[in-house]
């Protein structure tokens, strides 16, 4: 006989036991059928940040000389690009390396290039800058891009009308077959940003051969941001 304290302990045990077994032999539900959904949207940012490149060179037998007149070029630049509150610049590199003969044994000069990186929102205050900088540097590159603001506020605007695009994929796909739907799994892909070169090098480097070079033309244009949302819902009876 089993002693009344242990009694309770004892068929809780076997309850749970028989419950256990109970809900082992009762079989899962079936899987719900499922359906891939995938679309894109895309959108237009416009490119309001523009980056440039500006640089000047010099060769000279005396390493100190070409020193010399790189350094004059670039303070001077330094100077005008300052004058242009809506440009900001900085350094973006000096490299100088030595000239070799036609043996390739003697070294016949020595060759310096420094560069200035530009930036800015305003198209016309840097085009105007470019302008003035080419009569003594060259331009080695040219870009346009949306502004890291202006690509997220576009991107969030385009990631709502891709959630709104599969939303209604999914209610078209559901009410076809005449049955609910809900969402199991959802992926959202986007695209980086690609910089948009405004103009090549080669047209701005030929500018250098006029005496006055006119405002570097800028066309800013705009960047196509897509994305892509991609899941699977579940139908439902």
């Given at each position: 006989m089993i002693p009344a304290i242990v009694r309770p302990l004892a068929l809780l045990t076997f309850a749970f036991a028989a419950n256990h077994a109970l809900a082992a032999d009762t079989p899962a539900p079936p899987a719900l059928p499922t359906v891939e959904i995938s679309v894109e949207s895309s959108r237009s940012a416009p490119n309001d940040l523009f980056r440039?490149?500006?640089?000047?060179?010099?060769?000279?037998?005396?390493?100190?000389?070409?020193?010399?007149?790189?350094?004059?070029?670039?303070?001077?630049?330094?100077?005008?690009?300052?004058?242009?509150?809506?440009?900001?610049?900085?350094?973006?590199?000096?490299?100088?390396?030595?000239?070799?003969?036609?043996?390739?044994?003697?070294?016949?000069?020595?060759?310096?290039?420094?560069?200035?990186?530009?930036?800015?929102?305003?198209?016309?205050?840097?085009?105007?800058?470019?302008?003035?900088?080419?009569?003594?540097?060259?331009?080695?590159?040219?870009?346009?891009?949306?502004?890291?603001?202006t690509w997220k506020k576009i991107e969030d605007e385009t990631i709502a009308d891709a959630i709104g695009a599969f939303e209604a994929r999914a209610r078209l796909v559901a009410g076809s077959l005449k049955k609910k739907w809900k969402i199991k799994h959802l992926s959202i892909?986007?695209?980086?940003?690609?910089?948009?070169?405004?103009?090549?090098?080669?047209?701005?480097?030929?500018?250098?051969?006029?005496?006055?070079?006119?405002?570097?033309?800028?066309?800013?244009?705009?960047?196509?941001?897509?994305?892509?949302v991609s899941g699977q819902i579940e139908l439902i009876e």
């Open positions: 440039a490149q500006v640089y000047a060179e010099a060769t000279d037998a005396n390493p100190g000389e070409v020193a010399r007149k790189v350094n004059t070029i670039v303070t001077q630049a330094i100077q005008t690009a300052r004058s242009v509150p809506a440009v900001k610049v900085r350094s973006a590199g000096n490299s100088t390396y030595p000239v070799y003969g036609k043996t390739g044994r003697s070294i016949e000069a020595w060759r310096m290039r420094s560069t200035l990186a530009l930036e800015s929102s305003d198209a016309a205050a840097l085009s105007e800058l470019l302008g003035k900088l080419q009569q003594s540097m060259a331009v080695a590159g040219l870009s346009a891009n949306p502004s890291p603001d892909n986007t695209g980086g940003m690609q910089p948009k070169q405004a103009m090549p090098y080669a047209r701005a480097a030929a500018m250098m051969a006029e005496a006055s070079p006119p405002p570097a033309p800028i066309e800013a244009g705009d960047s196509p941001v897509s994305v892509n």
